[in-house]
């Protein structure tokens, strides 16, 4: 079976010291974001040459790799769907099937790595000309990555100059108990200053004092010195 053969060429290039170290990385301990994630050692760089080896594979097969336990197998899944999503070639039912296959495994996508190498291609990319209704949904659940996927979902409005959606999420987000949601607001608001700073400030005036203090420092992370301490020593 052709997963068989996918999940093969990746374990040809498994390393047990790496697996035991994402292991720990990510949290898979009980307790952990990741509890009960499972990996078997390769590396992304690899991951993505053999995605392009089987580019061609259909959304049963991908749905299969990103019901598995293996980390690096949703992984997979997950760049095969972005490729297939950024090409010119794939029209737009093509883009909703992938959008639709997501969403509807979003529940395996329970990782911050999966959420980032995904959400911003995938998520953003179809949302950008369409209702948002599902992006404030997400931002608004009980679970961590969706409201991760949320927020980085918006990296693909701000590449094309659109703030609104991610400054209104952040506030959403303003007082997320969890840090990998602090982080990530944080580099978004950064992206955002990278752009136009006086956007990025407006907001931070407002709001910086309600900030938990690894967002404010994500997200000033660029600023000049003395503006920066300025923010943090107020």
């Given at each position: 079976m052709m997963?068989?053969?996918?999940?093969?060429?990746?374990?040809?290039?498994?390393?047990?010291?790496?697996?035991?170290?994402?292991?720990?990385?990510?949290?898979?301990?009980?307790?952990?974001?990741?509890?009960?994630?499972?990996?078997?050692?390769?590396?992304?760089?690899?991951?993505?040459?053999?995605?392009?080896?089987?580019?061609?594979?259909?959304?049963?097969?991908i749905e299969k790799l990103l019901r598995s336990k293996?980390?690096?197998?949703?992984?997979?899944?997950?760049i095969i769907m972005v490729n297939r999503f950024s090409l010119k070639s794939t029209n737009l039912q093509g883009k909703e099937d992938l959008f639709d296959l997501y969403i509807k495994n979003k529940d395996r996508i329970n990782n911050w790595d999966l959420v980032d190498i995904s959400a911003p291609h995938i998520v953003g990319g179809f949302l950008f000309e369409r209702e948002k209704d599902v992006l404030y949904n997400l931002s608004k659940s009980m679970v961590l990555w969706d409201r991760r996927?949320?927020?980085?979902?918006?990296?693909?409005?701000?590449?094309?100059?659109?703030?609104?959606?991610?400054?209104?999420?952040?506030?959403?987000?303003?007082h997320d108990n969890e840090d990998l949601i602090h982080k990530a607001v944080g580099w978004m608001l950064r992206e955002i200053g990278k752009r136009d700073m006086q956007v990025e400030e407006k907001f931070l005036k407002k709001e910086f004092k309600k900030m938990p203090r690894t967002m404010l420092r994500y997200a000033i992370e660029k600023f000049p010195e003395d503006l920066r301490q300025n923010y943090l020593k107020a």
């Open positions: 997963i068989k053969q996918i999940q093969n060429e990746l374990k040809k290039h498994s390393n047990d010291q790496y697996a035991a170290h994402h292991q720990i990385f990510f949290k898979t301990q009980t307790g952990g974001y990741g509890e009960g994630d499972i990996f078997i050692g390769v590396r992304v760089p690899k991951i993505r040459q053999v995605a392009k080896q089987y580019k061609n594979i259909g959304p049963d097969l293996i980390h690096e197998y949703r992984m997979i899944a997950l996927i949320a927020i980085l979902a918006t990296f693909y409005f701000i590449r094309k100059n659109d703030f609104k959606h991610t400054i209104k999420i952040s506030k959403i987000l303003l």
